[in-house]
Nanobody, 120 residues
Framework: QVQLVESGGGLVQAGGSLRLSCKAS????????MEWFRQAPGKEREFVAL????????IYADSVKGRFTISRDNKENTGHLQMNSLKPEDTAVYYC?????????????WGQGTQVTVSS
């Protein structure tokens, strides 16, 4: 079994930056894609970014492209989401996930989420 724990969320002003981390424990997630999703109040959970197991491929939602950067460190069993130029519409609970493919239907493990709030 794998446990994923996110950290790094918080309150930031528009234009600011945050770096989310996702630490995996239980066993290695090096063979899984790592993904980030977010869910704003009253909205469905949406895809944010994906990094392949080898870190050779990254995919971003159009809404965050050019502002967010996903990375991973398989030696540390950790993933990161660097978020720059944050906007109020980025406010949401952010979840990391380990998946065998892309999209929420392929997720094998979810983290508990970390709140990101961007003030205008």
């Amino acid at each position: 079994q794998v446990q994923l724990v996110e950290s790094g969320g918080g309150l930031v002003q528009a234009g600011g930056s945050l770096r989310l981390s996702c630490k995996a424990s239980g066993r290695s997630v090096s063979s899984y894609h790592m993904e980030w999703f977010r869910q704003a109040p009253g909205k469905e959970r949406e895809f944010v970014a994906l990094i392949s197991w080898s870190a050779g491929t990254t995919i971003y939602a159009d809404s965050v492209k050019g502002r967010f950067t996903i990375s991973r460190d398989n030696k540390e069993n950790t993933g990161h989401l660097q978020m720059n130029s944050l906007k109020p519409e980025d406010t949401a609970v952010y979840y990391c996930a380990a998946a065998r493919g892309s999209g929420s239907s392929s997720v094998a493990y979810w983290g508990q989420g970390t709140q990101v709030t961007v003030s205008s």
